[in-house]
């Protein structure tokens, strides 16, 4: 897909942020080493927890 062909703005492009999975980042092993309690689920309700890494530099 060309620049030209793409949904997304070349604005918006460079705001994006790739997610932990693209970085190598093993998301379920990181929130059990910190003590979460996090599993996958095949229901489509119920109480979900979101996670989500905070970077500073």
Same mark, same amino acid.
């Given at each position: 897909?060309?620049?030209?062909?793409?949904?997304?703005?070349?604005?918006?492009?460079?705001?994006?942020?790739?997610?932990?999975?693209?970085?190598? &980042? /093993?998301?379920? !092993?990181?929130?059990?080493?910190?003590?979460?309690? &996090? /599993?996958?689920? !095949?229901?489509?309700?119920?109480?979900?927890?979101?996670?989500?890494?905070?970077?500073?530099?």
């Amino acid at each position: 897909m060309t620049q030209a062909e793409s949904p997304v703005s070349p604005k918006k492009d460079q705001e994006v942020r790739p997610l932990m999975e693209a970085c190598g &980042i /093993d998301v379920f !092993k990181t929130a059990r080493n910190n003590g979460f309690n &996090i /599993d996958t689920k !095949k229901e489509t309700y119920g109480k979900w927890n979101y996670f989500a890494l905070v970077l500073l530099e």
